[in-house]
């Protein structure tokens, strides 16, 4: 299996609305990230998660909370998120060995906030 | 920032012709790799290079790295129509796992 699998695939939310976006993969990776990507730019780093510790947090509003709850798991609450914050989030994992460090994305999470 | 610059931003080619992408960066690197997307899909990794390594070739891809000028280029030889997508490079400082995307570059290979 060498798939990241994300969902939902869309998500829309108000202001006030607490969700969730769920990421999965069962490679054995120990290295996990989120990426937002708005449309026609390149995927900005959010989060990275190593061995379910977060080990980069690039200094992203708390009404993003990241959680790692096992090693083949990452979610991302979000709370109270602005309309600015629609964008595509995009999960991705690397196996974090020096020998092989590509990422594996997952399809995305196309988030609309009203 | 460490992010990359790509050029050209948009690339319009003819099915058969290559096309050549470049992307710069401004810090040491341990490796730059390129990613391709389709359509605001997720991002499909193509080849890695390492900062001793100076080319790269994997099927019609062709990867030059030049640390000394903190680039890189990416050709497609004998593009295809399928070939029409977004493409980045992504560097990573240092093994840091810290992995920023340039600017982009949108290719279109016109049938």
């Known amino acids: 299996d060498t798939e990241v699998t994300q969902t939902p695939k869309h998500l829309v939310m108000g202001m006030t609305n607490k969700k969730s976006l769920k990421c999965e993969q069962h490679m054995g990776h120990r290295a996990m990230y989120w990426y937002k990507q708005k449309a026609k730019k390149p995927p900005e780093l959010m989060f990275v998660y190593s061995y379910e510790k977060l080990s980069i947090n690039e200094s992203v509003p708390s009404r993003f909370s990241p959680e790692c709850p096992n090693s083949s798991l990452l979610n991302l609450h979000l709370h109270a998120l602005q309309p600015e914050d629609s964008a595509l989030y995009l999960c991705?994992?690397?196996?974090?060995?020096?020998?092989?460090?590509?990422?594996?994305f997952g399809s995305g999470t196309q988030l609309s906030v009203l | 920032s460490q992010q990359g610059e790509e050029d050209p931003q948009a690339l319009s080619i003819q099915e058969g012709e290559n096309a050549t992408m470049n992307c710069s960066y401004k810090t040491s690197i341990n490796n730059l790799q390129w990613y391709r997307q389709n359509s605001g899909r997720g991002l499909v990794h193509l080849i890695l290079?390492?900062?001793?390594?100076r080319e790269k070739h994997s099927g019609r891809l062709r990867v030059t790295l030049d640390t000394s000028k903190k680039s890189s280029s990416l050709l497609i030889t004998a593009s295809r129509a399928a070939d029409t997508a977004s493409y980045f490079c992504?560097?990573?400082?240092?093994?840091?796992?810290?992995?920023?995307f340039g600017t982009g570059t949108r290719l279109k290979v016109l049938a």
């Open positions: 290079i390492r900062s001793n390594e």
């Open positions: 992504a560097t990573d400082k240092g093994g840091t796992y810290k992995y920023i």
């Open positions: 991705a994992s690397s196996p974090q060995d020096a020998t092989n460090e590509k990422l594996f």
